[in-house]
């Protein structure tokens, strides 16, 4: 791997920061474990432990996603809603995600309890953030009925489990991330890593199957640019 010398080495780090952004990148960008990531840059003559990635994905994996979150467009004002259970430590949670019409994820938000007062906590969280949405999808949980009413007067609610396809298929990155580290050792975990993985995710991922091949190529190069662009916005 190229390390190039335009970027200043980050204080109290042993690294330049190209190999700990890399690195933060393979974890988030395939489905690895530290011990994987720690192999991937010891074959590139990088030795690192696994608990030094470990440190470096928790450090900046936050920093990356506040980069994205900043720097992408507008969501569409349509928006998809949904809660999937989680165990951690043997205590059921539930991750609420949002996404728009596109597929972006918007946000997530683990919590304890699948009730009005809970949906009314993420709705309110996401209205904050992006504004009042057009229209609202989500299953037929009664609890979102009076947070979107309340919160989003002009909206229209749509509750169909059979419109919320697209947001049922994003929690199958979850599940695979969370079989890969063993299921999440803490509700604080489970938010840190996601709220980083899912807006990673954001930019790497983008619809092979709408785009030609040129197209493809094109965003991929656009998204190494922008990692390059946040690398160098890195700070100890």
């Not at 009413?149 to 199958?172: V, W, Y």
């Amino acid at each position: 791997m190229k390390i190039p010398s335009s970027f200043s080495r980050l204080k109290g780090f042993r690294f330049p920061r190209e190999v700990i952004a890399y690195a933060v990148w393979a974890y988030y960008r395939f489905s690895m474990s530290t011990a994987d990531v720690e192999d991937l840059l010891a074959e590139r003559g990088i030795i690192v432990s696994r608990e030094t990635v470990r440190l470096w994905v928790n450090r900046f994996g936050a920093h990356f996603a506040d980069c994205i979150r900043r720097d992408r467009p507008k969501p569409n004002n349509k928006w998809h809603l949904d809660e999937v259970v989680i165990t951690i430590c043997g205590v059921k949670y539930w991750l609420w995600r949002a996404i728009d019409a596109d597929g972006n994820v918007l946000d997530i938000l683990v919590q304890q309890r699948r009730n009005a007062r809970a949906a009314k906590r993420f709705f309110k969280k996401l209205i904050k953030q992006f504004g009042e949405p057009r229209v609202v999808v989500t299953d037929k949980l009664r609890s979102y009925i009076e947070p979107v009413k309340t919160l989003a007067p002009e909206a229209d609610h749509r509750a169909h489990k059979g419109l919320n396809n697209s947001i049922e298929n994003s929690h199958r990155a979850t599940r695979k991330r969370e079989k890969i580290m063993g299921r999440f050792k803490s509700p604080r975990q489970a938010q840190r890593f996601l709220c980083a993985h899912d807006q990673i995710n954001v930019i790497f991922h983008p619809r092979r199957y709408q785009l030609s091949s040129h197209s493809f190529r094109h965003a991929r190069s656009d998204a190494f640019a922008l990692w390059a662009d946040y690398t160098s916005e890195m700070s100890a």
